[in-house]
């Protein structure tokens, strides 16, 4: 056994290390958190210092015991978590949970190279309790939040049903997308008038200028070109200025995830996700960091690089200075490890992110980009307005010859290109002016990038928050994130061509976008009862304070359960009036639109457990109300009452195929048509409300295609067919599905590939099921991911540690799920009377249907 055991949070960083040890050294992995809260119950003793009573996470107890094992076999046990609060508290975890004496060594390191692993080695410290401190008041914090605060959603907003939550990050990311939303809704467009002008030059160049200003009104826009009917232009002032651009610093964890959405379209965790597996094969620094600084070592291998590939000119190393007050300047900003290796990653996304981490470091040690911006005034001699021409030549591309930022907004980027030879009092030939109606924009929906860059500029959240944010938004139906598409509408143009001033029309396509993030029913409702009864939870200032607090904790300067006990006090008294009130979730939880033309009920919309409906009628009504589900985008705050009447247009009739009717509707499973009796899902692209016959017939035809199977041959006597379905092509023996692996072609598959798929699945199953019981197919003994249990039916029962699961017999698998003995006859429990009170009760309340019914 070796001497030393050093302990890291994942498989693949361990792997790396220990290549860099020597045989002294065994690396292993605890595979990320060993100890948590427990799900169930608070498990903060809030009377006690708010104490909280950890446990070892089910499917670490066979990691602790195992390291456990290799910790008192060691002569020295070395704890080499990432370098950040939750590294260290993971370490002090590890510390409790493995026994482990206060001062076990504390490793740290910001790359995984050889150098780094062992200047680590030679440098170890004890677990910094500060910064454990600071991680446990974060985590006890969130716990109150969620804990008391989601029992209090589902009861004043899901009238009891489970499902929703709050937290403290999230619950502030939300409100920032719901208000971004109705800036969005609320926001009137305006247009103006902008003059632009095309100026004929010799050798068929152009040169294009545009007016300072804008007129409000057409009449204005008109009088103007009528003024420069005839009239002369010249060059007045030609002005012809030094500028230049500077690069961008190193990527932190924030600016890494913005980027690589505006140039490589990844979502955020992904991202992360693509980082740590650069960073644990040891290719990049570490990826959570709010540091743009680097270390002298780096600048200098940045610079050797530079001069070989470049040149002198090319250098201007350079050291950043992070602005948020709360960066870790001891930490660096994400880089290779090695500047020298311009390609790195297991796969081609990890390539792509490297790629983008690699030209951003290095242009930041390059020169500045040299440019020459030059401005042409023209003058009119009919009028005293001015039009301006201005021009951007490099002279010099200095680190744009590597990498150039991208922005939030690329469509209001300037391209400004050279303007041709021009000189004072030159004669100009008008060849066309025009003034094109433009109007205002509403500020863009949020896009991942752009979420995390306002949620770092409010000093909210912290570089390994942003990524589980965003998800968790997601994740519980509170945001979506989509793509929407533009509508039309007309514009006005008045062009003075040849002395003359014409007016036309035309179109444009205004409001798409792409990937942005859109609240949902269901969030906008969470978020508006959050502001109105629990504002101190999603208030701005109130969140980037408690960031700053953890800081100030992590620093030694502030005591964690001081802090807590401040906040949870008024906090906890709040949660208990309004629990105990009887004020609900009302301001966009429903909305009343109007009355039916055709019935003359009222027609309203509503929030449910299933999600946003639109009601005919009233459950006192003699019929019973018609329901329908809201489409994806519809908001109950914003639906009109002709909109919400079209979504009872469903089920429809489009046309007919074979001489049988084909109808659309939308079902359990999500809209579909249905022909002969068989039902045909759309796709996500297709509008059950406005889909064309011809288009039905398409999809109709398309899953007979993929349905009819194939017979390849036989094997052990029994037929082996393929066929398409819901998951893609398969291979069916006996009553036996086998997906068919990406690699092979349903066209090119053979008897003996089906065959050898056959077996592979044989050979899984039977590693699956310790046990199966002819006498009764549901009850098998599972090898489950975290350890065996008992399946009977759809119901999962777990296995007592005494009791070896081969064993088991089917009356004992049985005695455990529940469930009566074979051949037992289960008693039944006499049939309780409703009260007939009740019955007439339970008659007349009538829950939103998930299947639109029409009358």
């Known amino acids: 056994m070796s001497k030393n055991l050093v302990i890291v949070e994942s498989p693949a960083k361990a792997k790396t290390i220990e290549g860099y040890l020597g045989k002294d050294y065994t690396v292993k992995s605890s595979f990320g958190h060993v100890r948590d809260l427990p799900k169930d119950g608070l498990a903060v003793d809030v009377q006690n210092g708010f104490r909280p009573s950890y446990e070892i996470s089910p499917d670490k107890r066979q990691v602790i015991s195992e390291l456990k094992k290799l910790a008192k076999e060691a002569e020295e046990v070395w704890l080499a978590t990432d370098d950040d609060r939750e590294g260290e508290a993971i370490s002090w975890h590890l510390k409790e949970a493995l026994g482990l004496k206060d001062n076990t060594k504390r490793i740290v390191f910001r790359e995984i190279t050889k150098n780094a692993i062992q200047n680590a080695i030679r440098s170890p410290r004890n677990i910094d309790v500060d910064l454990v401190n600071a991680q446990q008041a974060r985590r006890v914090l969130d716990r109150l939040v969620g804990y008391e605060l989601s029992p209090v959603l589902w009861r004043k907003i899901r009238g009891g049903s ?40 010799a050798d068929g160049k152009v040169l294009n200028a545009e007016l300072p200003k804008s007129f409000a009104k057409v009449e204005e826009a008109r009088l103007f070109l009528e003024k420069c009917i005839g009239a002369a232009f010249t060059i007045r002032n030609l002005e012809t200025k030094p500028g230049k651009k500077s690069p961008a610093p190193p990527f932190t964890t924030s600016t890494l995830q913005q980027e690589a959405s505006r140039k490589l379209g990844f979502a955020v965790d992904r991202t992360m996700r693509l980082a740590q597996g650069l960073y644990e094969a040891g290719k990049i620094s570490y990826m959570r960091t709010d540091s743009t600084s680097l270390s002298q070592e780096a600048i200098d291998n940045a610079k050797g690089e530079i001069l070989k590939e470049f040149g002198d000119k090319y250098l201007h190393t350079r050291q950043y200075k992070t602005k948020n007050e709360s960066a870790q300047e001891a930490h660096e900003a994400i880089r290779p490890t090695n500047f020298a290796d311009r390609h790195a990653g297991a796969n081609k996304d990890e390539k792509r992110l490297y790629e983008l981490i690699w030209k951003r470091s290095i242009a930041s040690q390059m020169a500045d980009a040299q440019l020459e911006r030059t401005t042409a005034t023209i003058a009119i001699s009919t009028t005293p307005e001015e039009l301006v021409a201005q021009g951007e030549v490099i002279k010099f591309d200095g680190f744009l010859k590597v990498y150039l930022e991208s922005k939030d907004d690329a469509e209001d980027e300037e391209n400004k290109g050279m303007l041709p030879p021009l000189t004072i009092g030159q004669l100009l030939n008008l060849g066309q002016m025009k003034a094109t109606e433009k109007f205002t924009r509403p500020q863009p929906r949020y896009t991942e990038a752009s979420l995390v860059k306002k949620l770092e500029e409010m000093g909210i959240g912290r570089p390994s928050t942003y990524a589980p944010t965003i998800s968790t938004i997601i994740n519980r139906g509170y945001v979506v994130k989509q793509d929407k598409a533009g509508q039309e509408r007309a514009f006005k143009e008045l062009i003075l061509e040849r002395n ?75 949660v208990e009036t309004v629990q ?34 639109v009601q005919i009628g009233e459950a006192t009504d003699e019929d019973k109300p018609q329901f329908a589900n809201l489409r994806s985008g519809q908001l109950i705050e914003t639906i009109s009452l002709d909109e919400a009447l079209d979504l009872f247009s469903l089920p429809r009739e489009v046309g007919f195929f074979e001489e049988k009717a084909m109808t659309i509707g939308i079902g359990k499973f999500g809209p579909y048509v249905k022909h002969d009796d068989k039902y045909v899902s759309l796709t996500k692209e297709d509008d059950p409300y406005s889909i064309s016959a011809e288009r039905a017939v398409q999809l109709i035809q398309q899953k007979r295609a993929e349905s009819v199977s194939d017979t390849l041959g036989e094997f052990e006597g029994k037929p082996v067919t393929t066929g398409k379905g819901r998951f893609g092509p398969y291979v069916k023996f006996e009553d036996k599905y086998i997906s068919i692996p990406k690699g092979d072609t349903l066209a090119g598959l053979s008897l003996e590939r089906a065959i050898e798929l056959i077996q592979q699945k044989r050979q899984a199953d039977s590693n699956k099921y310790i046990k199966e019981f002819a006498e009764d197919s549901r009850v098998k003994v599972v090898n489950g991911m975290y350890g065996p249990y008992i399946a009977v039916g759809k119901r999962n029962v777990k296995i007592p540690k005494d009791i070896d699961p081969a064993s088991l017999t089917l009356e004992k698998c049985l005695e455990l799920a529940g469930e009566p003995a074979p051949g037992a006859t289960p008693e039944k429990s006499p049939a309780k009377k409703a009260p007939a009170k009740a019955a007439a009760k339970t008659t007349k309340k009538t829950a939103p249907a998930k299947k639109v019914t029409k009358k």
């Open 162 to 201: 489970t499902g929703l939550s709050a937290g403290r990050v999230q619950s502030v990311a939300l409100r920032l997308v719901v208000e971004r939303e109705r800036e969005v809704e609320q926001h009137q467009s305006k247009s103006s008038f902008k003059v632009t002008a095309q100026f004929l030059l």
């Open 500 to 574: 003359a001033v014409r007016e036309t029309s035309g179109k444009e396509t205004f409001g798409s976008e792409k990937a942005k993030l859109f609240p949902t029913n269901t969030g906008m409702v969470v978020n508006d009862f959050l502001v109105e009864y629990f504002p101190e939870i999603v208030d701005y200032k109130f969140t980037a304070t408690v960031e700053k607090e953890f800081d100030e904790i992590a620093e030694g300067k502030l005591n964690w359960q001081r802090m807590l006990e401040e906040f949870y006090g008024d906090f906890h008294k709040n």
């Open 580 to 613: 105990g009130s009887s004020i609900s979730a009302s301001k966009s939880s429903g909305r009343d639109l109007g009355l039916d033309p055709r019935t003359g009920k009222k027609v309203s919309a509503r929030l449910g457990k299933y999600g946003a409906y």
